[in-house]
């Protein structure tokens, strides 16, 4: 990278990071119920000098460390170890747009696009609709960072292109998104100068994550992906969602739940990317690829979508947003054709397509946003070859983009978000809390706001509130937990289980009648809270194997119980044979001892795990630790010395 590179306007998302400055931090989506308490958790359990392995507040259990989205490995994240949370997220972010950008104007440069063409394709990525919509979902926005650089190391005519490409590669896993990295590695083969070179810089960066990737798909493997054939085709694009990417804001159905808030790129930027890709048209296939899987389950070809992704993709708008964020670096060598008096029918009919989802839309930001740039468009194209006309047409597309994505990042007040205090004290502190899974109809309601999702919590709001939660909302859950969710929400006829969830406080919606063998708490914004006088420890002796059929009687005494970290231990004592069962989730890492010596549990019904036990004192004692860590751990290690020791290579004069 030469010092000219730099020249540009990457770097202007950086100037988010001044926002906390004013009391403001970007709220989209996801950031504020779901990625800042993981965040939190992570600094908390770091600097408790606690190993990041377990979350005991959620899913009865869930495996943390497992779980790329909270950035565990993730060296932008330790900014939440120093800064407070609107403080770090913004910067965060704000980081990674601006890499991001820097990394698509490299790329469009490298394509051929001259300065001004780089700046264009440098502005695209950071106020493009689908860049950010990734805000709110910042795993993506993470990984789809590193994607160009990636590119770029492939493509690298250097002795240190492998260690470079290990690093990006590494960097874009730790990320968070599976999927995105995924598709960033297919791209680069695809893309690579020499691919068995690729291949080797590529199997490297595994190398390096390979002490998260093992448990990673230890998780996926016992996880509940399966069962959630559903919940894979939400989130779809219609075929009249399409018409957004030239019109802001433009969706077939608002009601529907929507992954993908905005596609918008706008008519100058589309004809610059498509006149930039021709020589390229194999990716412009790509991205065509792309948009028909993002469509598919919209058309009634679901089944068809889930058998090509293997079932382990879901929202199919992610497609919709990584090959509109393919088309970005090709803007460049776009837009120097365009100035240079090309693409005129090109620029002819997408601009009257705008004009006419203009005149459908009728709302006047829109025709600011999206048709002042088209009918600039349109005279350029039929007017005699005008570069200034050309140039303003591109700088008012430019704008629009700027103006309609601007909102997607969700500035508010951090007074706003955070809450005074938490929505259900009583429960602080307590037992786990069990919520039934959200309905259809309940969906809208949890949308409206934070206050919503505190009362019905979801997301990871508990840990700032300070609740334990039976269910998690995690991208994978435990496939036995997932299971004895779904019958413990069956209602009443299985009470069995909701008490073997160890489940002491229930949230519900308003109601007549109070379930047999509750109390209720509290009552607030149409939810009351429950405490469960039937409900289990989360270790408990009974006199036979559990079994919601015939449900033992406990037996004996428990004079401790420790849950907490990585731990789950109990000392108990029983008169005569016994079993000692355990709610907790059984996920890949728990090692357990009874009485000093390893032991390994029985699986009963749902999440419950047993062992049989003689009468006298005992002590059952469980620890958690990632799947092989140990060996994984060294044989990173090794792995990134190796990449450390490519990178110090001296550069190669060209």
Request: hydrophobic fraction near 50%; charged fraction near 15%; aromatic fraction near 8%.
């Amino acid at each position: 990278m030469r010092r000219s590179d730099l020249v540009g306007m990457w770097w202007v998302p950086l100037l988010l990071i001044l926002a906390p400055l004013v009391g403001w931090m970007p709220a989209h989506r996801d950031l504020i119920d779901f990625f800042a308490p993981m965040r939190g958790l992570t600094a908390e359990f770091i600097g408790m000098g606690v190993g990041p392995w377990l979350n005991l507040s959620n899913g009865c259990g869930e495996a943390w460390f497992a779980n790329p989205e909270t950035a565990v490995l993730y060296p932008p994240a330790w900014l939440h170890l120093i800064l407070p949370t609107p403080w770090a997220l913004t910067a965060e972010i704000a980081l990674h747009l601006a890499l991001l950008s820097l990394g698509v104007g490299l790329v469009a440069r490298a394509l051929g696009a001259s300065r001004e063409g780089g700046m264009l394709a440098e502005v695209a990525a950071w106020s493009a609709g689908p860049v950010l919509v990734t805000v709110g979902v910042l795993n993506n926005l993470e990984t789809l960072t590193w994607l160009p650089w990636m590119v770029l190391a492939a493509r690298l005519e250097d002795r240190r292109s492998v260690a470079l490409l290990a690093a990006a590669t590494a960097l874009g896993w730790l990320g968070g998104e599976p999927q995105v990295w995924a598709m960033g590695v297919a791209l680069v083969i695809a893309v690579a100068r020499r691919r068995a070179q690729a291949l080797i810089g590529m199997s490297l960066g595994v190398a390096v994550i390979a002490v998260q990737l093992v448990p990673f798909l230890a998780w996926v493997a016992e996880g509940d992906r399966g069962p959630a054939a559903s919940w894979i085709l939400r989130g779809a694009v219609t075929p009249v969602d399409w018409s957004g990417v030239l019109v802001p804001g433009l969706l077939s159905t608002a009601s529907r739940m929507v992954y993908a808030e905005s596609l918008f790129l706008g008519a100058p930027v589309l004809v610059c990317a498509l006149l930039g890709g021709w020589r390229h048209r194999w990716l412009l296939a790509v991205v065509a690829a792309f948009a028909l899987l993002a469509t598919l389950p919209e058309i009634g070809a679901g089944r068809l979508f889930v058998i090509l992704t293997g079932g382990l993709v879901r929202y199919p708008s992610r497609f919709a947003l990584i090959g509109l964020v393919l088309l970005l670096p090709l803007t460049g060598k776009g837009a120097d054709e365009w100035r240079g008096g090309g693409g005129r029918r090109l620029a002819i009919v997408v601009s009257v397509l705008t004009l006419l989802a203009c005149v459908v839309s009728g709302h006047p930001m829109r025709w600011w946003a999206a048709g002042a740039p088209a009918v600039l468009m349109l005279v350029a194209a039929l007017a005699p070859a005008r570069r200034p006309l050309r140039t303003a047409a591109l700088v008012a597309g430019v704008a629009g983009m700027v103006v309609a994505g601007l909102p997607l990042i969700g500035l508010r007040p951090v007074a706003e978000i955070r809450a005074a205090q938490p929505t259900w004290p009583e429960a602080v502190g307590g037992g786990r809390v069990y919520v039934p899974t959200p309905a259809e109809d309940v969906m809208p309601w949890l949308a409206s706001g934070l206050g919503a999702r505190r009362l019905w919590p979801v997301g990871y709001l508990n840990l700032e509130e300070g609740l334990t939660l039976a269910r998690t909302d995690a991208p994978v859950a435990n496939d036995r937990l997932a299971s004895h969710i779904t019958i413990t929400d069956e209602g009443p006829a299985n009470r069995w289980w909701l008490d073997a969830l160890a489940a002491e406080w229930i949230i519900l919606p308003e109601g007549n009648g109070l379930p047999k063998g509750m109390e209720q708490v509290a009552n607030r914004g149409g939810m009351r809270l429950l405490r469960n006088l039937d409900a289990m420890p989360v270790m408990w002796l009974a006199d036979r194997p559990p079994d919601p059929d015939r449900p033992g009687s406990r037996i004996g005494e428990v004079t401790e119980q420790v849950l907490s970290g990585n731990v789950c231990a109990m000392e108990a004592s029983t008169p005569t044979e016994g079993w000692l069962s355990v709610s907790l989730a059984p996920v890949n890492g728990w090692r357990w001892h009874l009485d000093g010596g390893p032991v390994e549990l029985e699986q009963g019904p749902g999440i419950i795990q047993y062992v049989r036990v003689p009468a006298g004192d005992h002590r059952l004692e469980g620890r958690y630790r990632p799947p092989m860590y140990m060996v994984t751990t060294v044989f990173s290690g090794c792995a990134v010395l190796v990449v450390l020791a490519g990178l110090a290579v001296r550069r190669q004069k060209p």
